[in-house]
């Protein structure tokens, strides 16, 4: 059986289309040959921790920044297309995420998990996405929570480059107008919520709900349908609406259906012991 589909946890729930599928030990990368860098990535939060925190020691943050080589050469970032570039190698699968091992550190740190950031985007309000989301997870009531991060390019838009220009195949990296996170939350009841947002590549103000968004439109400038395993009428009710499940999310924090926290005001219930880590700042 060499279906990813049907090998990898984080597929359960479908992923779009992408020219090529790679796999990790603890996510997944649609790769995309045309836009040099992935199309998409597909995670499980801290999958299995609750099984090996206890035993495992301190992961520290890996840094090794690499070329993933089951792409084509001339198909793929090297680290000279970043140098002096102005941009951060932003992570779309966030290194703070997978760290039980250290190998599943490092994966993260393959050029293909990488799009192009802006600093402004990468240090602040990305990572403030990428806790609160941990957060999220941290529920005592969500068992598991999947997280599709997608690079967006606007047609009618320009697309700025970056690239080595040493580089033998002339291989330039379109830097992505924006960034669409969805995330699906499923709980002790078997229940789905669903969030999606989507961030310019820009440093961004206000609070994390401002960049809530209909998960349909979502879809539509991605190129593919997300969570496409589950079948479109469960979803529905949940992809129409941009600030879908934030009253349910309200009822795994509170126990008050009604009350609608914002995501900036997510606080963790930790699953007992906590590893310290070393991460710093960024993604």
Same mark, same amino acid.
């Given at each position: 059986m060499n279906d990813p589909f049907q090998m990898q946890p984080e597929l359960r729930y479908g992923a779009p289309a992408c020219d090529q599928i790679l796999t990790g030990r603890r996510f997944t990368i649609g790769y995309s040959w045309y836009f040099r860098q992935a199309k998409w990535t597909l995670e499980i939060i801290? &999958?299995?921790e609750e099984l090996i925190s206890e035993i495992l020691p301190d992961v520290q943050r890996s840094d090794n920044f690499r070329a993933d080589t089951r792409i084509p050469e001339r198909f793929r970032a090297g680290l000279n297309a970043y140098r002096k570039s102005g941009f951060d190698r932003g992570h779309l699968v966030a290194s703070?995420?997978?760290?039980? &091992?250290e190998i599943h550190?490092?994966?993260t740190f393959l050029l293909s998990?990488?799009?192009p950031q802006a600093k402004g985007l990468n240090r602040h309000k990305w990572v403030e996405l990428e806790k609160a989301i941990r957060d999220?997870?941290?529920q005592d009531n969500v068992l598991e929570t999947y997280v599709l991060t997608c690079p967006v390019f606007y047609f009618g838009e320009a697309v700025e480059t970056i690239g080595d220009q040493n580089d033998e195949y002339g291989i330039d990296v379109p830097v992505p107008h924006a960034f669409i996170k969805s995330v699906l939350a499923e709980d002790d009841k078997g229940k789905l919520s669903l969030w999606t947002f989507e961030m310019k590549n820009k440093k961004l103000?206000?609070?994390l709900e401002d960049y809530l968004v209909v998960t349909y439109d979502a879809e539509q400038i991605v190129g593919g349908r997300f969570w496409d395993r589950i079948s479109a009428g469960d979803l529905h009710d949940l992809k129409k609406e941009a600030r879908a499940g934030a009253g349910q999310y309200a009822g795994y924090a509170t126990r008050q259906p009604r009350s609608k926290p914002g995501w900036g005001q997510i606080r963790a219930r930790r699953l007992g012991h906590r590893r310290r880590t070393s991460w710093t700042s960024h993604n």
């Amino acid at each position: 059986m060499n279906d990813p589909f049907q090998m990898q946890p984080e597929l359960r729930y479908g992923a779009p289309a992408c020219d090529q599928i790679l796999t990790g030990r603890r996510f997944t990368i649609g790769y995309s040959w045309y836009f040099r860098q992935a199309k998409w990535t597909l995670e499980i939060i801290k &999958r299995d921790e609750e099984l090996i925190s206890e035993i495992l020691p301190d992961v520290q943050r890996s840094d090794n920044f690499r070329a993933d080589t089951r792409i084509p050469e001339r198909f793929r970032a090297g680290l000279n297309a970043y140098r002096k570039s102005g941009f951060d190698r932003g992570h779309l699968v966030a290194s703070a995420n997978q760290n039980l &091992r250290e190998i599943h550190n490092s994966e993260t740190f393959l050029l293909s998990n990488m799009s192009p950031q802006a600093k402004g985007l990468n240090r602040h309000k990305w990572v403030e996405l990428e806790k609160a989301i941990r957060d999220l997870n941290y529920q005592d009531n969500v068992l598991e929570t999947y997280v599709l991060t997608c690079p967006v390019f606007y047609f009618g838009e320009a697309v700025e480059t970056i690239g080595d220009q040493n580089d033998e195949y002339g291989i330039d990296v379109p830097v992505p107008h924006a960034f669409i996170k969805s995330v699906l939350a499923e709980d002790d009841k078997g229940k789905l919520s669903l969030w999606t947002f989507e961030m310019k590549n820009k440093k961004l103000k206000g609070d994390l709900e401002d960049y809530l968004v209909v998960t349909y439109d979502a879809e539509q400038i991605v190129g593919g349908r997300f969570w496409d395993r589950i079948s479109a009428g469960d979803l529905h009710d949940l992809k129409k609406e941009a600030r879908a499940g934030a009253g349910q999310y309200a009822g795994y924090a509170t126990r008050q259906p009604r009350s609608k926290p914002g995501w900036g005001q997510i606080r963790a219930r930790r699953l007992g012991h906590r590893r310290r880590t070393s991460w710093t700042s960024h993604n």
